[in-house]
């Protein structure tokens, strides 16, 4: 898909892009709260219905992008999702602004989107891709 602009993804879609593989319960993909930390600089905390609680900072949010062209760019140099892309070597790391949302929106019931201050914004973050990369040490054993 190359269209630019308005894009109608619908939740299958946006979920085979995230490549599911056991289907989660509802309640541990539907948040109860929804937290951005916008001001402080943080990231993003939400409050899962089954109670668990996960928190992603922006810089890790931004370097997950789940859009077909940061997926492809992460496949093509064995990134994972969250990962900050590798300096190429013999190069000084240029200095980028830590990534921070300019703008932040629902998308439907299942997602949000971040619109990133280096203009990125084609990343639908859909709950359950969020709840399956929860970073929390519970989940990531
Ligand atoms: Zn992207
Ligand atoms: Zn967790």
Redesign the pocket.
Known sequence: MSHEGIRFVSKDEAERGNQVERPLPRIAVTPEKVRVLLTEGKGLEIDWTDGHKSSWNFAWLRNA???A??NEEREGSARKIGQPPKAKPGTLPMYKEPARPLEISPVGKYAINFHWNDG?S??IYSWDFLRRECPCSECKT
Request: charged share 0%.
């Open positions: 992008c789940p859009c062209t940061c990125h084609s990343g």
